[in-house]
């Protein structure tokens, strides 16, 4: 038995083809999450095109950002790395925090928080005496 492969938007011969008549005729009721799986360049063009909420307008925001919420909170640092960070790891660099705890530093640069954490050049400049 041969498995039948789907056509797939990068590789239509028609390049004037309407998105939004390859999916209807190609994935018909296929959710956003399968469509970005099956047929990402599909997927990233409807999306840029801000197109998605024409063809697939059965998306619930509420839905996905409570579920991101739960992502979130589920999470051994919480809701707020920093804090976490704080009670942890006082005083410890960038660099320290990366080789101890390397989920914590990625999660610190996800949430654009790393700047509030000491670089290992500050820490070196802080040992300096000051002059008077």
Do not use: C
């Not at 008549?21 to 018909?28: T, V």
């Not at 051994?76 to 989920?103: C, M, S, V």
């Amino acid at each position: 038995m041969q498995d039948y492969k789907q056509p797939r938007w990068a590789d239509r011969t028609d390049r004037n083809a309407d998105p939004a008549n390859f999916y209807l005729s190609y994935y018909p009721g296929m959710k956003r999450g399968r469509l970005a799986k099956t047929d990402n360049a599909l997927y990233r063009y409807l999306s840029r095109h801000e197109r998605l909420d024409e063809v697939i307008p059965e998306f619930d925001r509420e839905i996905a950002e409570r579920s991101r919420r739960v992502r979130r909170r589920s999470s051994k640092y919480g809701t707020n790395p920093l804090a976490y960070y704080r009670e942890h790891y006082p005083r410890f660099t960038r660099w320290e925090i990366l080789q101890i705890d390397p989920g914590l530093y990625h999660k610190l640069r996800y949430e654009r928080l790393l700047h509030r954490i000491p670089s290992k050049n500050a820490k070196k400049k802080s040992k300096k005496p000051q002059p008077r």
